[in-house]
């Protein structure tokens, strides 16, 4: 069983920057695959990034280039570094886990945060 809470969400004008965090509980969470997916209002969940157990990462394309999931086993935490923020960024994030393979689909998390907004004006 796994518990996550992100934080790190907030307004931010566009181009600039937000660092969200997920500290998850359980003593196991080294090997799970972890991800981000995000939710505008009217909108399906959607994937943003992945890390795996082996700290392999994969982005949604919208987003590569400008945002860096990392992790810190040591610390329980998953981070979602989001720079150079559009408009479009704006939604609830939220972080995600699961013991299985990675996927893009949210169907596939076992787990998940309560969600952190991030609001990007123009």
């Known amino acids: 069983q796994v518990q996550l809470v992100e934080s790190g969400g907030g307004l931010v004008q566009a181009g600039g920057s937000l660092r969200l965090s997920c500290a998850a509980s359980g003593r196991t969470f080294s090997n799970y695959n972890m991800a981000w997916f995000r939710q505008a209002p009217g909108k399906q969940r959607e994937f943003v990034a992945f890390?795996?157990?082996?700290?392999?990462?994969y982005y949604l394309g919208s987003v590569k280039g400008r945002f860096t999931i990392s992790r810190d086993n040591a610390k329980n935490t998953v981070y979602l570094q989001m720079n150079s923020l559009k408009p479009e960024d704006t939604a609830v994030y939220y972080c995600?886990?699961?013991?299985?393979?990675?996927?893009?689909?949210?169907?596939?998390?076992?787990?998940w945060g309560q969600g952190t907004q991030v609001t990007v004006s123009s």
């Open positions: 890390i795996t157990s082996g700290r392999s990462t």
């Open positions: 995600a886990a699961t013991s299985n393979l990675p996927r893009t689909v949210p169907s596939m998390y076992d787990y």
